[in-house]
């Protein structure tokens, strides 16, 4: 089942601050598209709780 991926504005102004930072973008891309496709975060990403 594929999910919808919603963003904050505070996330877009993070990955827009990332980007400017030249870090890379390879694993957060890979950790995005696992969760839209699965929603589910593979075992080398050490899946946690999120809290609000």
């Given at each position: 089942?594929?999910?919808k991926?919603?963003?904050t504005?505070q ?11 030249g870090?890379?973008m ?8 696992e969760l ?14 999120l809290?609000i």
């Amino acid at each position: 089942m594929a999910y919808k991926l919603l963003t904050t504005y505070q996330f877009e102004k993070d990955l827009k601050r990332c980007k400017k930072r030249g870090l890379l973008m390879d694993k957060l891309k890979e950790v995005i598209n696992e969760l839209v496709t699965n929603g589910r975060v593979p075992a080398q990403f050490r899946p946690h709780l999120l809290l609000i």
